[in-house]
């Protein structure tokens, strides 16, 4: 069977197909030797080379979710140490997180080696449900729920939230709460802090809970486990289903 040169490299857990196309366009990837062509289709007795070293479709795919701690930075690259997600980790086969999920927060994040899997996941337009639990230095109020829910302005980034749900947490019979849930169809970068800010309040605990239909339930910090069938398959369901829509 005959497949695009980027969804190979996808397929193959080696980048995502956006950065494949990169690749091409910058002449690093070879087909039997000669320069790939952008768009050009490939088989499975083709050798695919980036600079050089050729690519091994992977045998299995693996998607996991992952309960990151605070401290932890999302990135497949060596450059933070021991501070980098999959140092953290120590996995035989190679993995990528799907998304970020930035260094003072924790909770669930979702990684694989499976680029079409990822291109699904972050492609612009999308519109996945993501869940957090919010704990702030200040009483949460009707006036609070209110602005967040409607979309907040951030200046420095001269954008306006979109709309969200957003809802008070309180624990057993207590009156008030600094506590909040949020979720989210978008993924702007420290989005909850700067959404809070805006509102004066600042975020002193920030915990994903959710992606999609993933749930991080009772997973302890630090640890992963594989997602259940039925997790997998609702998911990969949704995400062809979204792909057929044109969305």
Known sequence: MEIRINRFLSDAGFCSRRAADRLIEEGRVTVNGRRALLGEKTNEIDKVCVDGIPVIPVKKNILIAFNKPVGIVCTATDKQGKNNVVYHLGLKDRVYPIGRLDKDSEGLLLLTNNGDITYKMLRAGGGHEKEYIVETDKEITDDFIKKMSAGIFLKDLNKKTAGCKVR?????????????????????????????????????????????????????????????????????????SEGQNGR
């Open 168 to 240: 008070p947490v309180y624990k057993k019979n207590a009156g008030t709460t600094k506590v909040f849930s949020i979720v989210l169809i978008q993924g702007l970068n420290r989005q909850i802090r700067r959404m809070c800010e805006a509102c004066g309040y600042k975020v002193r605990k920030l915990k994903r809970v959710r992606i999609m239909n993933i749930k991080l339930g009772k997973l302890p910090v630090g640890e992963y486990r594989e997602l259940t069938d039925r997790e997998y398959d609702e998911l990969i369901i949704k995400l062809n």
